[in-house]
């Protein structure tokens, strides 16, 4: 079918043994990616989770926060895993405490507030 046939060719610059340096070789590019994802992917992630832990564990009476469904209200009553959101004069609905999604402008502690 071909005019000539196709030889098998050794490589010249390849160690007789394989060695370490040979494996070394191989794995080097898998850490680099390795090392890449963490600098590009999960460390900024981890960055921004702490700063929205802290941004929860901050939320006080008065704050007027965005939801993560985009409702806009005031806090009226801060508990432990669970906020009170007036979303409307008179309207309040509880909302669970992970689902602030950010805090527009912060609201100055009330005098009886126990949690600042």
């Known amino acids: 079918m071909f005019a000539t046939p196709a030889y098998a ?4 610059g390849a160690p007789a043994g ?3 340096e040979a494996m070394l070789l191989q794995i ?4 680099g990616l ?16 702490k700063q929205h832990q802290a941004m929860l ?5 008065n704050d007027v926060v ?3 469904s985009g409702v ?9 895993a669970e906020v009170g959101v ?8 509880k909302v669970v405490r992970s689902m602030v999604s950010s805090v527009r402008s912060r609201g100055e502690t009330a005098a009886n507030d126990a949690k600042a």
């Open 9 to 12: 060719q050794t490589a010249a």
């Open 86 to 93: 007036e979303i409307a004069q008179g309207v309040t609905v």
């Open 34 to 49: 390795f090392v890449l994802f963490y600098f590009l992917l999960i460390r900024p992630q981890q960055k921004r989770m």
């Open 57 to 61: 564990a901050a939320l006080k009476r």
């Open 72 to 80: 806009v209200g005031k806090i009226v009553r801060v508990e432990d």
């Open 18 to 20: 394989g060695g370490i």
């Open 66 to 68: 965005v939801l993560a």
């Open 28 to 31: 080097a590019p898998l850490v």
